[in-house]
């Protein structure tokens, strides 16, 4: 099983910023979130746990209690100039263009697709392994909409149909017929939230 988490609560989470490559850390409902998450993965140890190279996600992950495997492909989208910006202060037009066009790049960033194929890659590496046993992906947002396009088979622009909280849990099964979405966006095991 691919077990994807998505990192807990950061500062600029909290305030509804933009947070792509900037590299806050765990706010303090963050490392609670952690534990719970941490909690809600204790049954069985994964074989292998990954995480982005970002330290909101490498916390999580740390907090699980067992080695951690870092893989840029797991980075956050590039959000370019709008990195660390307020999600109400860009503009419409722009919003526009990343929803109808997966290939659109912010100033400075990186497209939608872009992210998706290095996504793809990733989970194909390690589909093998996890038709096998449980593997631990602690990530971001979009990576985690990008494995769920990837397991459906379609494109990216589904991402924009998806919400991901902080904290929550995403599998995706592997069988000899390819990935299928298990669970979307588990929050039940959270005592910490928002």
Not at 184 to 190: A, D, K, P, V
């Amino acid at each position: 099983m691919l077990i994807l988490a998505r990192h807990g609560r950061t500062a600029s989470n909290a305030a509804g910023l933009l947070l792509g490559r900037a590299d806050p850390a765990l706010d303090e409902l963050g490392v609670a979130q952690a534990g719970d998450l941490a909690r809600a993965l204790a049954g069985r140890p994964p074989a292998l746990v990954v995480a982005s190279p970002l330290t909101r996600t490498r916390q999580t992950a740390e907090a699980l209690g067992y080695p951690v495997a870092v893989d840029e492909r797991w980075i956050e989208l590039d959000y370019g100039d709008y990195d660390q910006q307020p999600m109400r202060d860009i503009p419409l037009e722009v919003w526009q263009a990343w929803r109808s066009d997966p290939g659109f790049v912010p100033p400075a960033g990186e497209s939608l697709q872009t992210m998706a194929e290095r996504v793809r890659d990733a989970c194909a590496e390690l589909a093998e392994e996890a038709a096998e046993h449980d593997i631990v992906v602690v990530t971001h947002v979009s990576p985690i909409k990008a494995a769920v396009a990837w397991a459906l088979q379609v494109g990216i622009e589904v991402s924009w149909r998806m919400h991901v909280a902080p904290a929550s849990i995403t599998r995706i099964a592997i069988s000899p017929t390819g990935p299928s979405l298990v669970s979307f966006g588990e929050t039940h095991y959270l005592t910490s939230t928002v």
